[in-house]
């Protein structure tokens, strides 16, 4: 009978020289910056030096969220004062009591006295530019946004108030385009969608976390390889999860390359990897 596999995670990564557990958390090594990426960070930055109103779109698991944190704590804090907000359910009145504390103002229950707290704080803001970011903006009701879209234009602030960041599904912005939204819809100045990364970054992305973590030749069987890219379907979030649990079976068992089987093992193992999965995409041309 065969030992069960031991899951002391640091003595899996200690047997295959690694310095810590592959496809864990994207470190500055294993993060793939594409050329979407690379365009989204371009419009962040225009949006929030402008004030502008920005949405980033994408699927499930294709690193919006990853991205815009990223750029976040790039921020340089003498410039730019970001406030993100990542509780999409808050109503109206509670959204501008989580805004008001997180500009450090003590917020209230008036509403009216959230708006002069509010107001205060951004004055003394000062030059610094406030960068307001909604993530899963989809999931925030109609009042919500239009408390948002309201403190904009603050005592008819032109320049806005603030840079706004919208981070959503790809529906957001079809939804946006009705007529309750339209008032919002007509202030963004740019849009831009993340899409699921092709063959060779997905490649690409498997040999990074891997060089991150110490293990710098190929792991992964060109059979498991071709599975996990097709599974995943080059979404990030899927890719890492389906990755990883296929890195602790092989690991477990005693195994130094990753083969089909244990690709196999994490597709029964990740319940949202697959069904989270798109098409797989074809790949570019650079003609």
């Known amino acids: 009978m065969q030992n069960a596999p031991n899951l002391d995670l ?4 200690r047997q295959w020289g690694a310095t810590a557990v592959p ?3 994207l470190t500055p090594e294993a993060w793939l910056d594409t050329p979407p990426t690379q365009r989204a960070r371009t419009l962040l930055d225009q949006t929030a030096s402008l004030r502008s109103v920005m949405l980033l779109a994408g699927p499930n698991g294709v ?23 990542t509780h999409a359910t808050l109503s109206g009145s509670n959204l501008l009591s989580t805004l008001t504390r997180k500009l450090g103002q ?18 003394q803001l000062d030059r610094v530019i406030p960068v307001l970011v909604l993530d899963e903006a989809q999931n925030y009701s109609h009042a919500s946004l239009e408390e948002v879209r309201l403190l904009l234009g603050l005592n008819l602030a032109e320049p806005a108030a603030f840079a ?21 819809y007509s202030r963004i100045g740019s849009h831009h969608s993340l899409r699921p990364w092709n ?21 992964f069987e060109p059979a498991a390889l071709h599975l996990v890219t097709s599974a995943s379907a080059g979404l990030p979030r899927s890719l890492c999860l389906l990755a990883r649990t296929a890195w602790i079976q092989a690991a477990s068992l005693g195994a130094q390359r ?30």
Do not use: M
């Not at 690193?63 to 907000?85: C, E, I, N, T, Y």
């Not at 706004?164 to 919002?184: F, I, N, P």
């Open 199 to 219: 063959t060779t970054e997905v490649a690409q992305y498997l040999q990074q976390s891997l060089a991150a973590v110490g293990l710098q030749r190929d792991r």
């Open 106 to 123: 003590p917020a209230v229950c008036r509403r009216d006295t959230n708006l002069a707290l509010i107001e205060a704080a951004l004055a």
């Open 23 to 25: 496809f864990g958390a």
């Open 164 to 184: 706004l960041l919208l981070v959503g599904d790809e529906y957001l912005l079809s939804t946006l385009r009705l007529r309750h939204h339209r008032a919002l």
């Open 258 to 287: 990753i083969e089909a089987a244990h690709v196999q093992h994490a597709l029964d193992t990740v319940p949202g990897a697959t069904t989270l999965a798109l098409p797989p995409q074809p790949e570019e041309s650079h003609a």
């Open 63 to 85: 690193g919006k969220s990853a991205l815009v944190g990223r750029w976040v704590q790039s921020l340089d804090r003498r410039l730019f004062h970001p406030v993100v907000l």
């Open 10 to 13: 640091s003595l899996l990564a």
